[in-house]
């Protein structure tokens, strides 16, 4: 799909604010942004500002060179990523995205949209890009993608209360602490803010070594528990688990060079009728529980639902 237009970094200076301390940035030159708190200094590359501590990161601020030619630990986390074979399923995204969209409408005229991780966005997301007046940024730590800063989900670059909505896809599995990476997005959303998270529950290791954890559809509720949950159910269901499931099965069998690469392609291929039947079966609360990713949408609140409260409201099928 063709990316958005987002708009330049220069115009969210307003809204932007330091990853180490929080403290806004001062007048600086076209090169380089400079904490007026803490005096740290980020470069601009391109035209796209490197907003990552590296006392604080995994990634580096001189990982990031100019986009043509990516280099460092991150060009190999997103180079890995796209070798990967993704599932194909999604039974939530359009129709949150929908909502989402629905609800920020009666709020407003222009919602501001936080793509955390976003990459190389997704088909879904056009559902948010066909409405013109909504403003997507997408931020992500990769230099070789779509973002226009580039961040770390740990310390997003945002001031306090900023941003209407989040959406996240497939990328809290990859950091290392997922609970600080919502504690930030809880941070950055206004009052009522809308957050749409997406998190595999059975899926094999991908993107590399940043591969971290699993959410339970249980799990990934509690990690947003300071949300009212809006919707929250399967992304993809027991037919696309069995499909990755198989793709690596295959693949164990070689060792190096284009082989697993083949046996991935041909294990994807053998394994589309699997994951076809997760439109037929996937929302039912048996394929919950064997679901291979999971969505929450919610609503930011300052109630924290109980852990009581959650097991009461478990809607698999284990009794």
């Known amino acids: 799909m063709d990316s958005p237009v987002q708009p330049d970094y220069k115009t969210l200076l307003n809204i932007l604010c330091c990853p180490s301390c929080k403290g806004v940035f001062g007048p600086s030159g076209d090169n380089v942004l400079q904490c007026q ?25 001189a990982d990031y060179q100019v986009p043509q030619q990516p280099a460092g630990r991150v060009h190999v986390l997103r180079a890995w990523a796209r070798r990967m074979p993704l599932p194909s399923i999604n039974l939530s995204a359009a129709r949150c995205f929908e909502r989402m969209k629905q609800v920020l409408f009666e709020r407003g005229t222009s919602p501001l949209i936080l793509l955390v991780g976003g990459g190389v966005m997704g088909d879904s997301v056009r559902t948010l890009t066909s409405a013109p007046s909504i403003r997507i940024i997408n931020v992500d730590p990769s230099p070789d993608s779509t973002a226009i800063i580039f961040c770390d989900g740990h310390d997003l670059p945002f001031q306090d209360g900023t941003v209407d909505a989040v959406v996240t896809q497939a990328v809290l599995e990859h950091v290392a602490d997922p609970v600080r990476c919502v504690q930030e997005i809880y941070r950055v959303l206004k009052p009522n803010g809308i957050v749409y998270s997406e998190i595999p529950f059975m899926q094999q ?19 947003f528990r300071h949300f009212t949950e809006m919707d929250s159910g399967a992304v993809a269901g027991p037919g696309t688990a069995l499909a990755w499931s198989w793709r690596y099965f295959l693949a164990s069998f070689a060792h190096s060079g284009v082989t697993p690469r083949i046996l991935f392609w041909l294990g994807r291929l053998t394994a589309l009728p699997l994951e076809w039947l997760d439109y037929f079966f996937g929302q039912r609360p048996r394929a919950l529980d064997a679901a291979s990713c999971t969505f929450f ?13 959650l097991v009461a409201a478990y809607r698999g099928a284990q009794r």
């Open 205 to 223: 290791v991908h993107q590399y070594g940043y591969d971290f954890t699993r959410f339970s559809h249980m799990g990934h509720r509690r990690l």
């Open 37 to 61: 708190l803490c005096r740290k200094a980020f470069p601009v590359v391109a035209g796209k500002p490197v907003l990552i501590d590296d006392e604080r990161s995994v990634f580096a601020q």
């Open 297 to 309: 949408l919610g609503m930011k609140t300052d109630r924290i639902v109980s852990d009581k409260e």
